[in-house]
């Protein structure tokens, strides 16, 4: 089973840059990283992916460390609407189909 | 296009009582799955499907049994329900490694309550 580390919780001042920290140490080569957010009891929304080069989209930016160990997701400019539980995971070629969820970061952004 | 949708919504069920949470996708997806979670608590897969005809054991598939008859469909169905299975349960799905960005598309949840 794929397994990542994150902190329980951060805090962010609305529009600042929020920085979501993810250890993924044991990712394989062909295992691509990738972000959710959870707001509420909701499903579930996919933000980004990535498998080393750094990525941006509309939601977010995506940094990967050069050894690929740990990722960080990026909110540029943090909103109320992004406070929420933020997932990480990989998942790749034979390893993908049991996707598993750790606890996820907590993120909340106050006034 | 209606994604993934989940029926029902809510559910209310006797200790002992079965029932199946349907649901379905419209996207072509071959990989399904279904997650559980608890209240304050992350994501537990409890079966998945990788295409028609091929289901999986995820982290925590006692208690509850899946099919999957056609692409699109993929309902779970509990067994004698305990008060430990009250939760809510998301159904996925994805295109899978190699086509488009392979992300998860999830259903709204279907909350159910064991008394």
């Known amino acids: 089973d794929a397994k990542t580390t994150q902190p329980p919780s951060m805090d962010c001042a609305e529009g600042r840059a929020a920085n979501l920290p993810c250890n993924h140490s044991?990712?394989?080569?062909?295992?691509?990283v990738y972000w959710y957010r959870q707001i509420h009891s909701q499903g579930p929304q996919y933000i980004i992916h990535g498998l080393k080069n750094n990525e941006t989209n509309e939601m977010a930016s995506l940094i990967i460390t050069e050894d690929r160990k740990s990722s960080t997701l990026i909110l540029p400019h943090a909103t109320l609407r992004d406070t929420a539980v933020y997932y990480c995971i990989f998942a790749g070629g034979t390893s993908y189909g049991k996707l598993t969820f750790g606890q996820g970061t907590i993120l909340t952004v106050h006034p | 296009n209606a994604g993934v949708t989940q029926t029902p919504k809510f559910r209310i069920l006797k200790i002992g009582q079965s029932m199946t949470l349907q649901c379905t996708q419209d996207?072509?997806?071959?990989?399904m799955y279904w997650y559980r979670q608890d209240p304050g608590m992350g994501l537990k897969l409890i079966y998945y499907?990788?295409?028609?005809?091929i289901t999986d054991k995820g982290e925590v598939p006692n208690g509850y049994n899946v099919s999957r008859s056609t692409t699109e469909d993929f309902p779970l169905r509990l067994e004698l329900a305990a008060p430990s299975q009250t939760s809510v349960y998301f159904c996925?799905?994805?295109w899978g490694p190699g086509q488009g960005a392979g992300e998860l598309f999830f259903g709204e949840g279907s909350r159910l309550t064991v008394l």
């Open positions: 499907s990788v295409g028609a005809g």
């Open positions: 996207m072509n997806h071959n990989y």
């Open positions: 996925a799905s994805s």
């Open positions: 044991t990712i394989s080569g062909n295992e691509y």
